[in-house]
């Protein structure tokens, strides 16, 4: 077992580095499977409590995959687990003035159905398509945060995109 | 056509990921549902970023507990999600404490912290507090009354002369120069100016404590004195002649002559000049508060006293 890293995530700094590096995709990452904000606010605590007590054993290089993976067991194993209306936060001043151009106002609300739509994909079709939309992860990055492979992420993408078609004549 | 794309697993996913062919590519810019799959993923891509807002905070918890349960179980590996959410669910309850605390000192620092009430010369005035307890002002007298949780915090400062009818609740205090006066709930009279204090219980009980600590109990129809910061002994008065100042007449009962002396200057709004070896004397009796000469005479003369005008404003007292 390799102890004596370069950079080990024992010291306190590299440890900070990978805590700023990680913590908010890591956050995401659980707040896609649930829309639950607390939920993944305490995961994505849980997972780098996971981290720091095993600071010796685990690679600089490896931290993100550790994170993402205990992350993940968490869930699995969380009682939270139920489908749950996935809902982005409302804050980016939405509410539309009497001057907002009408074209502003359809697309105001285009993006408030899609929210709605985006809930009612499945969980591995809503992480995988976030990722990929909001966050900007390749199919590839996508396929090693999950542990899959990268066409099983490509499949869930389309079938992700298939589903919104639908629900768009639904919502 | 339409099968022709979608029945491959993975066209959509390559599309975005503009890993199509362009022949592919052309093909399906034909299809009609083109523009809307573009405006559906377009539009994921606008969508507002999740944050989490607390980044250091929860540093500093992540450190804090790993280290706890490291020292409690070192190098063991066991997994709780459970536990994790009840802390947070108390450190929820201590944020919005905190938060409350914060908006409540807020709301300190904003408003105005106090509300004086004074009395004119010969005037009386009327106050409800906002506990629903009732402050009668005598003549040429000030009560500063907190602005905020006052029912919390029931604390009045007063210069001159009142009369209290205090509601149950909290305890009740009466802030003065020369001392102050607790009380639970009952009703009782103060009298502070400059260095004498008139401290009167008509029902229930009151505690009275001067600027030295030392404090008295008083009970219905007591009466105590604070003069030059000495905290005199009870003495007795009928509780029906306590604070009946409003009815237009002043009631005095063995009273030191200096302060039935002050009531009348401040009734009158002059000045008296009291020679200081017949402050202590002791008056019973009332005075009329219609008119000034009247008032003099009826508290001096049944004390053999004798009193000459010196100018409008200013009346002096002669053995």
């Known amino acids: ?171 | 056509m339409k099968n022709d794309l979608f029945n491959d697993e993975t066209f959509l996913a390559r599309w975005l990921a503009q890993e199509l062919t362009e022949a592919e590519l052309e093909q399906f810019q034909q299809h009609p549902d083109f523009a809307l799959y573009k405006q559906l993923a377009e539009g994921a891509q606008k969508l507002p970023k999740p944050q989490l807002k607390n980044e250091g905070v929860l540093l500093q918890k992540i450190k804090a507990k790993a280290n706890k349960s490291s020292n409690l179980a070192p190098l063991k590996n066991t997994s709780k999600t459970k536990p994790i959410v009840s802390r947070r669910l108390i450190m929820g309850i201590l944020g919005a404490a905190a938060a409350a605390l914060l908006l409540f000192s807020y709301f300190n620092w904003m408003t105005p912290g106090s509300t004086t009430y004074e009395s004119a010369i010969a005037e009386q005035k009327s106050i409800t507090l906002p506990d629903g307890s009732s402050v009668l002002l005598n003549a040429n007298s000030e009560i500063v009354v907190p602005a905020n949780n006052f029912k919390n915090n029931r604390e009045v400062r007063l210069n001159g002369e009142a009369f209290f009818s205090v509601e149950e609740g909290n305890t009740f205090s009466v802030l003065t120069d020369n001392g102050i006066v607790t009380v639970l709930g009952t009703t009782f009279s103060v009298y502070s100016r400059d260095q004498q204090a008139s401290i009167s219980c008509k029902s229930g009980s009151v505690s009275v404590q001067n600027n030295a600590g030392k404090s008295v109990t008083l009970k219905a129809g007591d009466r105590v004195h604070i003069i030059n910061n000495r905290l005199g002994k009870l003495t007795k008065v009928n509780p029906d002649g306590i604070a009946d100042w409003d009815s237009g007449v002043s009631n005095f009962e063995s009273e030191y002559l200096s302060i039935v002396s002050q009531a009348i200057e401040n009734q009158f709004g002059i000045k008296i000049n009291l020679p200081d070896q017949l402050r202590e004397e002791r008056y019973t009796g009332s005075f009329l508060h219609q008119d000034m000469e009247t008032a003099l005479r009826m508290v001096f003369d049944p004390m053999n006293l004798k009193y000459r005008k010196v100018d409008e404003k200013q009346w002096e007292v002669v053995e």
């Open chain 1, 1 to 171: 077992m390799k102890t004596k890293q370069q950079a080990s995530l024992c010291e306190e700094s590299v440890f900070d580095q990978v805590y700023r590096d990680e913590l908010q995709a890591l956050y995401r990452f659980v707040y896609y499977k649930c829309g639950i904000s607390s939920v993944a606010e305490d995961l994505a605590q849980e997972a780098f409590i996971k981290l720091w007590e095993n600071c010796s054993k685990v690679e600089k290089e490896k931290a993100k995959a550790f994170l993402f993976t205990v992350a993940r067991n968490l869930f699995i194993n969380s009682v939270n687990r139920k489908k749950v209306a996935l809902r982005f936060e409302q804050e980016q001043g939405k509410t539309p003035g009497p001057d907002t151009p009408s074209f502003l106002l359809e697309q105001q609300e285009f993006q408030q159905r899609l929210e709605k739509m985006i809930s009612e994909l499945t969980e591995e079709q809503r992480e995988v398509f976030l990722l990929n939309r909001i966050d900007g992860l390749k199919y590839r990055e996508i396929a090693e945060l999950l542990s899959i492979s990268q066409k099983a992420v490509e499949k869930r993408m389309h079938k992700a995109l298939l589903k919104l078609r639908t629900l768009h004549d639904k919502i």
